[in-house]
Structure formats: structure tokens, C-alpha cells
């Protein structure tokens, strides 16, 4: 089974800023990581897939990048709606599996 | 426009069971994989079952083998979970998703639902 660690758990950020969030697997997932924003009361929304595809109606401050075990997903400059909380998740093996989430505070 | 609307949360007493829903509309439901992913409080994201899009086959991560089974109407466009022997643990708001596949056994989730939540307690 897979283990993915994410980092920080909380990323405090102005708005304008860039965020840079990661997540770790602990074998290789060659490519096959996808990015998730998700908002309280809300369905998650995909955001980055294959590691650093774009999805559709992502915006182009969101991009991924990293293969094998480590991953990253920048926000270029924060918008006030980017303030959310952020999950990994790995489709490279059974089970899949999702990271424990950063969350992105406003600083 | 996509969409997926989980319904049939609720309280229930551990041991017991309920059945969840998730309606879909704007996509050709009986050509897509599903699955069920949860959230229990304060925690991350767990996938907890899938099914193939004629129903013919179905995963589940180990902790709910045996206890949850996942199905599906076509004709209805619907998904379902019914939740047996439920533990406090498996307390969660249950989301409904879509499935791509991108090579057997590869699947990541394109669209969600809101949610629905189980709550476990006596």
C-alpha cells in the first residue's frame, strides 16, 4: 500500500502570493498523481492530473509537477477563492490512495 | 452540466445500516466507473469502493470488505452503497464520483458530488 505524505498541513499566504505545496509518495507513482481542491460543504474539484495536466476550467496559476515519489502543486498568486484545502491522491496502484491535505489560509 | 447528488445519510446505531444514493445526470452513466470516496472529521480523503460501468465488477478498500456493497441502476442513472455493520469509524461524509480510467486499475476522479453524512453513535 502507498503511503502519501503531504506538506506543510497548513500554508498560511497573503493574497498575490505564490503557494508551493508538496506531496511525497513512499514508492514511485511514476505519473499517475492528481491534484484536488476541495472547500467545507462543498465537492472536491479537480485541478492537476498525470502530475501536470491541467484540468479542464483549472486556471493557469495552478500547475503540477514532479514524477516517481515527489510532487508539487505552486498557485501562482493566491486569489481570494484559492483558499482551500488541497489533496494528492495516487492512481498508480490499489488501493488508491489520497494524502492527508494542506490547507491554504489566508496570512 | 455534470452532476451528482448523494442522498440517504443520516444517524444511525452502531451495528446497524443504511443504504446511500447518488443520482446522475449530464454524462452517459452506464459508460463510466463510479466510486464512493468518504472524509470522517477532521481527516483526509479515503477512497472506499468502485464499480465497473456495467456492474459486472466491484473493489473495496480492505476496511469495508465485507460490509459495504456498492451497485448501480443504468436504467436510473443511480449509484448506490449500502453500509452494514457500521462501526463509529466509519463515520464520514460519503462522496460519489466519477471515475477516468486512464489504464486498468489507474483511476483518478473528474467529478464529485457534495456529499452526504453518516454518523455513526448510539
Known amino acids: 500500500e502507498i503511503v502519501m505524505t503531504q506538506s506543510p498541513a497548513t500554508l498560511s499566504v497573503s493574497p498575490g502570493e505564490r503557494a508551493t505545496l508538496s506531496c511525497r509518495t513512499s514508492q514511485s507513482v511514476s505519473s499517475n498523481l492528481a491534484w484536488y481542491q476541495h472547500k467545507p460543504g462543498q465537492a472536491p474539484r479537480l485541478l492537476i492530473y498525470?502530475?501536470?495536466t491541467r484540468a479542464t476550467g483549472a486556471p493557469a496559476r495552478f500547475s503540477g509537477s514532479g514524477s516517481g515519489t515527489e510532487f508539487t502543486l505552486t498557485i501562482s498568486s493566491l486569489q481570494s477563492e484559492d483558499f482551500a484545502l488541497y489533496y494528492c491522491q495516487q492512481f498508480h496502484n490499489w488501493p488508491l490512495a489520497f494524502g492527508g491535505g494542506t490547507k491554504v489560509e489566508i496570512k | 452540466e455534470v452532476q451528482l447528488v448523494e442522498s440517504g445519510g443520516g444517524l444511525v446505531q452502531p451495528g446497524g445500516s443504511l443504504r446511500l444514493s447518488c443520482a446522475a445526470s449530464g454524462f452517459t452513466f452506464s459508460k463510466s466507473w463510479m466510486s464512493w470516496v468518504r472524509q470522517a472529521p477532521g481527516k483526509g480523503l479515503e477512497w472506499v469502493a468502485n464499480i465497473k460501468p456495467d456492474g459486472g465488477e466491484q473493489y473495496y478498500v480492505d476496511s469495508v470488505k465485507g460490509r459495504f456493497t456498492i451497485s448501480r441502476d443504468n436504467a436510473k442513472s443511480s449509484l448506490y452503497l449500502q453500509l452494514n455493520s457500521l462501526r463509529a469509524e466509519d463515520t464520514a461524509v460519503y462522496y460519489c464520483a466519477r471515475d477516468v480510467v486512464v489504464i486498468t486499475a489507474a483511476h483518478y476522479f473528474d467529478y464529485w458530488g457534495q456529499g452526504t453524512l453518516v454518523t455513526v453513535s448510539s
Open positions: 498525470g502530475a501536470s
